[in-house]
């Protein structure tokens, strides 16, 4: 029964520079995946943009992605837009991020446990099981954990362990391969979750924003409402791509000065 399934949140980190249809997506097929295990019901989906310190070339004001991502989710009734990660002075490590939402989730569901809250609520039960919160990602988040001097070994094993990650494959990336490359992952296999997605969808930020400077159209790549925002602020022209050009990635400067090991060492 779908009372006996532990209430699950699902956590999208990233730079949605913008968001894409392919970024909500994965939220629908996520959910699909999870409820299918029969062990989960998923009660709600947050974005998380990242804050303008990350340093990414092309990066716009935090302000014009968050407007973005809320226009994008108006029509979803499960999926919300979080402003915290955003409003950070300096970019917040993913399970930084993870510990922060999971404290208030676990907090949400005490104040209602407390209140005996009726079935409308997510949480509706003292008795329910304490709600999860996952992190929802692309194949190509896996492969990430690859690269020198971008990840700590502890918040891999932290947020594999304590949270659990959602991975929708995309394109040719076998993230069955990254799990199997990597001991940590593989050490927490089942709290790794991989999502086929067989209906396939390219869509990329990247090529809506080299289509978007080159003046061509986006039409049914992202929503009407984010192109029109698009066009209303004048953002992602060649002025704006170059934003942050030549800056290195925030990570690799912060993760610079903390002990970095490979994964598999």
């Given at each position: 029964?779908a009372?006996?399934?532990?209430?699950?949140?699902?956590?999208?980190?990233?730079?949605?520079?913008?968001i894409?249809?392919?970024?909500?997506?994965?939220?629908?097929?996520?959910?699909?995946?999870?409820?299918?295990?029969?062990?989960?019901?998923?009660?709600?989906?947050?974005?998380?943009?990242?804050?303008?310190?990350?340093?990414?070339?092309?990066?716009?004001?935090?302000?014009?992605?968050?407007?973005?991502?809320?226009?994008a989710?108006?029509?979803?009734?499960?999926v919300?837009?979080?402003?915290?990660?955003?409003?950070?002075?300096?970019?917040?490590?993913?399970?930084?991020?993870?510990?922060?939402?999971?404290?208030?989730?676990l907090?949400?569901?005490?104040?209602?446990?407390?209140?005996?809250?009726?079935?409308?609520?997510?949480?509706?039960?003292?008795?329910?099981p304490?709600?999860?919160?996952?992190?929802?990602?692309?194949?190509?988040?896996?492969?990430?954990?690859?690269?020198?001097?971008?990840?700590?070994?502890?918040?891999?094993?932290?947020?594999?362990?304590?949270?659990?990650?959602?991975?929708?494959?995309?394109?040719?990336?076998?993230?069955?391969?990254?799990?199997?490359?990597?001991?940590?992952?593989?050490?927490h296999?089942?709290n790794?979750?991989?999502?086929?997605?067989?209906?396939?969808?390219?869509?990329s930020?990247?090529?809506?924003r080299?289509?978007?400077?080159?003046?061509?159209?986006?039409k049914?790549?992202?929503?009407?409402?984010?192109?029109?925002?698009?066009?209303?602020?004048?953002?992602?022209?060649?002025?704006?791509?170059?934003?942050?050009?030549?800056?290195?990635?925030?990570?690799?400067?912060?993760?610079?000065?903390?002990?970095?090991?490979?994964?598999?060492?």
């Amino acid at each position: 029964m779908a009372s006996c399934r532990v209430p699950l949140v699902l956590l999208a980190c990233g730079s949605f520079n913008p968001i894409t249809n392919q970024h909500m997506r994965l939220f629908e097929l996520a959910r699909d995946h999870m409820h299918s295990t029969g062990r989960f019901e998923v009660v709600g989906g947050i974005v998380s943009p990242v804050s303008d310190g990350y340093g990414k070339q092309g990066l716009v004001p935090a302000k014009h992605r968050i407007s973005m991502a809320k226009l994008a989710l108006q029509s979803s009734n499960w999926v919300t837009v979080d402003e915290w990660e955003s409003q950070q002075p300096d970019w917040t490590e993913t399970v930084v991020t993870m510990r922060y939402h999971h404290g208030r989730i676990l907090k949400e569901y005490e104040q209602s446990a407390g209140r005996h809250s009726d079935a409308s609520e997510n949480f509706a039960s003292p008795s329910s099981p304490f709600p999860q919160l996952k992190l929802l990602c692309g194949a190509d988040f896996l492969s990430s954990f690859k690269i020198p001097g971008l990840w700590l070994d502890d918040h891999v094993e932290e947020l594999v362990q304590r949270f659990g990650l959602v991975c929708v494959s995309r394109g040719s990336l076998q993230p069955e391969r990254a799990v199997h490359e990597s001991d940590t992952l593989f050490r927490h296999r089942r709290n790794v979750f991989l999502v086929r997605e067989w209906v396939r969808n390219e869509t990329s930020a990247t090529e809506i924003r080299r289509a978007l400077r080159r003046d061509q159209s986006v039409k049914y790549l992202i929503p009407d409402s984010v192109i029109e925002y698009i066009h209303q602020h004048e953002l992602y022209t060649e002025d704006s791509e170059r934003r942050n050009e030549g800056t290195a990635l925030r990570p690799l400067i912060k993760q610079a000065h903390q002990p970095i090991k490979s994964l598999d060492d």
